[in-house]
């Protein structure tokens, strides 16, 4: 069972402890050049986009350079709030920094809503989940298509009319819901990697799933929930002053 918990060191490293983790900055030089690169290929390319070039490298820091990024090492719950910033922060701020107008002809946002969400469902079955911890190419495969897939549903959500891209925020918002309850009431612990690390976190290893469960459901469903809200209302707003006194 020792030899157990050594098992599983993800890009970010092994599980920290909680008295160590916020010591736990990832200065992989690598990673630091690329997003060095990437900011000054920005600015050079988009230069009315730099305060959002700025934000989502800082937001690129947050998560894979910060201490951050080996708390999801330790806890499901670190992972999966994790994700959710990947889609709901990170992939609209690097639409935004790249200046993006689409041009090319692209998916309709009913098939980018099913492409965002199988990407997002697949990296949580647990054996590909495990995987992903064990391999740095397959936790970078993971990052990238998260991210990748949920900028092109945002590209797509931003040119949809209002109701349906109410409605594609609302899909999102179901099928966020649903792997979050199945998480929840999974009954049991499904991932691996975290079994011997919650504990050292005063969790065991089926209550750090379920918070993590919790967070994707009510945090990631309703942050949908509430941008559904407000491009409705928005859209509402339009039509009425368009009306005729």
Known sequence: ?????????????????????????????????????????????????????????????????????????????????????????????????????????????????????????????????????????LYWAMQLSITGSAMAWWAALRRAPAIAGTAGLLATMVQMGLLGALIVFAGRPLYAPHWFSAPAWGLSPLEDQQIAGLVMWVAGSGAYLLLAAVLLYRALGRQTALRPA
């Open 1 to 137: 069972m020792t030899n157990d918990a050594f098992a599983w060191v993800p890009y970010c490293g092994a599980a920290p402890l909680p008295a160590e983790w916020f010591m736990r900055w990832n200065f992989d030089p690598v990673l630091i050049l690329a997003i060095i690169g990437l900011l000054a290929a920005g600015h050079a390319w988009r230069r009315h986009a730099r305060r959002w070039q700025w934000a989502a490298a800082g937001v690129a820091v947050l998560l894979f350079v910060s201490p951050l990024c080996a708390l999801g090492s330790a806890l499901f719950t670190a992972r999966v709030a994790h994700h959710l910033v990947l889609s709901l922060v990170l992939a609209p701020l690097c639409l935004a920094a790249l200046g993006a107008r689409t041009r090319r002809k692209m998916p309709s946002l009913a098939v980018l809503t099913g492409v965002q969400a199988a990407v997002f469902w697949a990296w949580h079955v647990p054996p590909v989940y495990e995987a992903a911890m064990r391999s740095d190419a």
